[in-house]
């Protein structure tokens, strides 16, 4: 399977631990991107990285989360004492086009619930 | 926050029909993008149209952009219960090039065989 790939795809955790997501993206691909989408609602963009550097990150995203890439393949996302509003899908997407976004490849995402 | 905003929030229809689909957003775009998602799975890209392009298609859906309204349309002909899924139009916003897409809250399709 060369797609995006997610792990893990569910994560249950208890208030206040931390948690950690991995997404490898299409193997040539050089963006890679997160979101996170709760029930009913489209997905909301978090961060992305062009390569290794991170390009942007969405002013909504706070101190507890970070997101890595380095050598520009893998990345991880990382929240720091989850709360119970963390719970969501958390989703990953890569895409290869230079300039203009083009398509984006989406991962199966990774299910937070947060007890 | 989102940049677009979709119409309506659920359709229902029974196999065969047409299902139409509406988009607005608030900025200038590079490009427009419409995904489908199905129950707890990611998305999957269906069609991309440019700012300068009107019409495009791809099987049996033809995705409409008009940029002075700041509206697109997604129409799935002949609809398969297979197309029950939720429909998101996502936006390149002008001048920030290379950035992020900023989805709507998406379109809720059932087709009922």
């Known amino acids: 399977d060369t797609g995006v790939s997610q792990d893990p795809r569910h994560k249950i955790t208890k208030r206040g631990q931390n948690v950690t997501f991995r997404c490898d993206p299409i193997s040539e691909h050089n963006r890679l991107y997160w979101y996170r989408q709760t029930l009913g609602q489209g997905p909301e963009f978090l961060t992305y990285f062009q390569n290794e550097a991170q390009l942007e990150k969405s002013r909504l995203l706070s101190d507890r989360f970070s997101a890595e890439r380095p050598k520009g393949s893998f990345s991880t996302l990382e929240i720091q004492r989850t709360e119970q509003g963390d719970s969501a899908m958390y989703l990953c997407a890569s895409s290869a086009k230079q300039g203009n976004t083009g398509e984006l490849f989406f991962g199966e995402g990774s299910r937070l619930t947060v007890l | 926050s989102q940049q677009g905003e979709e119409d309506p929030q659920a359709l229902s229809i029974q196999e065969g029909e047409n299902a139409t689909m509406n988009c607005s957003y608030k900025t200038s775009i590079n490009n427009l993008q419409w995904y489908r998602q199905n129950s707890g799975r990611g998305l999957v890209h269906l069609i991309l149209?440019?700012?300068?392009?009107r019409e495009k298609h791809s099987g049996r859906l033809r995705v409409t952009l008009d940029t002075s309204k700041k509206s697109s349309s997604l129409l799935i002909t002949a609809s398969r219960a297979a197309d029950t899924a939720s429909y998101f139009c996502?936006?390149?916003?002008?001048?920030?090039?290379?950035?992020?897409?900023?989805f709507g809250q998406g379109t809720e399709l059932s087709v009922k065989p």
């Open positions: 996502a936006t390149v916003v002008l001048y920030n090039q290379g950035g992020k897409l900023i």
């Open positions: 149209i440019r700012s300068n392009e």
